[in-house]
């Protein structure tokens, strides 16, 4: 399954960082106390950078949705296809989400709804991605 | 000239009230070339620069408007394939020919500086670099000419497709995800409109209930359009009618995304005359009204958009425009939605209220009348789906269907305010036009 490499920046690498210690780290805006994901450069409720730190979260879940990639454009996972790639809400803040292609369920399985935890995959030497799995 | 990033001409807040120029602005001619699948690398004549200035002079002859008259140019400089653009990505450095195609400029992509060049424009004031979609260039083009930055302006909006298969080079052969891709390409997230938009629907099916099928009626119907718009891909090319069998049956791409939820990448390109409503009093057709233009490019707040966002995003994006044009849903007679990726239109369908449909009532209006005879003529330009990747099917259909120059197209039902839109739910533009300026 060789999936695309993520390429830190200085923006993302503390998240990076955290993945490839295997944790779920995001930034929270002290101001608004909210949980933002991808990292950005401010805020997206007060807009403001100064109140933004890198807090550890629970990789807890659940699965929104899904789709079957059957015919995608990406070289690299084309001998992946059919696969799962499924839109996972973070219990801590459901407007958190993310991108999943539910390792250990099978294509057109995914059971929407169904709670998920993180787990970390490991893409290129040193470099893990995080994956989430359903919650057996 | 001016550059667009210096010029504030984008109506893209809530709460600006009515237009200032509504009914002040007029299109006055539409061009359109061929709709070929690619160009074939050799002929000339079909390069999208030669079919730019076909298209221009198309609309120019339309309008009964000579090269002197052209004071403004607004064209898209970008390939629409963009980074991921297949082969295109690797198209040039390459031999070129001789002049004018001695570099890309009117081979695969095309600028207004080319085109003032080519078609010997000697009066043009007005040719912004860097106005990315044909639903900017039309905001841009109303507003210019409201504005008084140039009296008679040409729109052109060209669509490249070289060989092999649509962007499936550039980044997207990359092994690496960088920038914006390191939070989607990883897990297989391409990057689109399909991706903006599948999960949604996704969300929508729950929701409302209903099922993806539940939109065959519409892609047959917008194929039914399309074989009814004389330069189209589909009615150029006898492409046969898709029928709901045929839709059932054909195959996933991003499961449940069908293959014809898909629009099929064409080379073309088309020309739209923008022009004061004094001016176009005195040109050959009878001109078609700006009532308003707007713009919007929301900020999703996580990785992937979802219906709560969508379905926000819509509603704001309707009442900017209803509110810039002084309508209301009830006013508007001809509705035509960007439709390139099927599951997207229900959106805007029930965020505009068109007809009355509200959320969750897309798929009953669906399965209801909404041929162009009937009471509900729905996308009666059968957008993309049904004339190929033009992104201009919306707009010419608009604008004649006011005319009442559709042909079998014409809808039955009143034909006096018209909307259409090249966007997604998060960026993007609408344009109001009126048969009135009042």
């Known amino acids: 399954m060789p999936k695309l490499i993520p390429v830190p920046d200085s923006l993302s690498k503390p998240f990076w960082d955290a993945v490839n210690q295997r944790r779920l780290a995001l930034q929270h805006c002290a101001q608004c106390d909210r949980l933002q994901y991808p990292p950005q450069q401010a805020c997206q409720v007060c807009n403001s950078p100064a109140g933004l730190t890198w807090k550890e979260v629970e990789g807890r879940g659940h699965i929104a949705t899904y789709i079957v990639i059957e015919d995608g454009r990406l070289n690299r996972r084309m001998p992946d296809q059919p696969y799962n790639l499924a ?18 369920t099978p294509p057109y399985k995914a059971p929407v709804g169904a709670a998920v935890e993180v787990t970390f995959e490991e893409v290129a030497p040193d470099q893990l991605i995080h994956e989430w799995r359903v919650v057996a | 000239m001016t550059a667009p990033d210096r010029y504030q001409w984008r109506r893209d807040k809530d709460g600006l009230g009515v237009w ?87 081979l695969t992509l095309v600028n207004a500086q080319w085109l003032i060049e080519e078609m010997r424009l000697p009066n043009v004031k007005f040719a912004p670099t860097g106005v990315p979609t044909i639903s900017e260039m039309v ?25 092999g298969r649509y962007r499936r080079g550039g980044e997207n052969a990359d092994d690496y995800a960088r920038g914006a891709r390191q939070w989607t390409a990883p ?70 995304l069908r293959l014809w939820d898909c629009d099929r990448p064409v080379n073309a390109s088309a020309a739209y005359l923008f022009t004061t409503t004094e001016r176009a009093r005195d040109m050959r057709q009878s001109p078609v009204y700006v009532l308003n233009h707007s713009q919007h490019n929301f900020r999703k707040r996580s990785t992937q958009e979802d219906l709560d966002e969508i379905e926000d995003w819509t509603d704001r994006a309707a009442k900017r425009m209803y509110e810039g044009a002084g309508l209301g849903p009830k006013d508007v007679d001809i509705f035509n939605p960007y439709d390139g990726y099927a599951p997207m239109a229900q959106f805007f369908l029930e965020g505009f209220q068109w007809h009355g449909v509200k959320r969750g009532d897309a798929f009953a ?18 957008g993309n789906l049904g ?50 300026p009042g």
């Not at chain 2, 690619?38 to 076909?54: C, E, H």
């Not at chain 2, 905001?139 to 060989?163: K, R």
């Not at chain 2, 892609?219 to 399309?226: D, F, I, L, P």
């Not at chain 2, 014409?410 to 009126?434: C, D, H, K, N, Y």
Request: with cysteine; glycine share 12%.
């Open chain 1, 87 to 104: 839109m996972v809400t973070l219990d801590a803040d459901p407007r958190v989400n993310f991108y999943s292609n539910l390792p250990g």
């Open chain 2, 20 to 106: 200032e120029h509504r009914g002040k602005v007029a299109v006055a001619g539409v061009g359109h070339s061929p709709v070929d699948r690619r160009w074939d690398g050799v002929s000339m004549d079909k390069t999208l620069g030669a079919y730019s200035i076909l298209a221009c002079r198309k609309a120019m002859d339309e309008a009964g408007v000579s090269p002197e008259q052209i004071e403004g140019v607004i064209c898209c400089d970008s390939h629409i394939a963009g980074g991921s653009g297949g082969s295109a990505s690797q198209w040039a450095p390459r031999p070129y020919f001789a002049p004018p195609y001695d570099s890309e400029w009117g």
């Open chain 2, 139 to 163: 905001g841009m083009a109303a507003q210019a000419v409201g504005d008084g930055l140039c009296h008679t302006c040409l729109v052109i909006y060209p669509t490249g497709n070289l060989e």
């Open chain 2, 187 to 256: 897990w297989g997230n391409h990057g689109g409109n399909d991706f903006i938009n599948i999960f949604p629907h996704g969300q929508y099916c729950l929701k409302y209930g209903g099922k993806h099928d539940d939109l065959a009626p519409f892609v047959v119907n917008q194929h039914r359009n399309g074989l009814l718009t004389p330069w189209g891909y589909n009615a150029t090319h006898q492409v046969p009618q898709l029928t709901t069998e045929d839709y059932v049956n054909s195959r996933y791409i991003l499961n449940p």
């Open chain 2, 365 to 382: 209006f669906y399965a209801g009348d909404i041929r162009v005879e009937g009471p509900h003529p729905f996308c009666s330009s059968g």
């Open chain 2, 387 to 436: 004339n190929g990747r033009t992104r201009t099917a919306m707009y010419t259909d608009s604008i004649e269907q006011l005319r009442r120059t559709a042909g079998a197209r014409q809808v039955r039902v009143r034909a006096e305010t018209a909307l259409a839109a090249f966007t997604t739910p998060s960026s993007g533009g609408w344009i109001m036009f009126g048969k009135s």
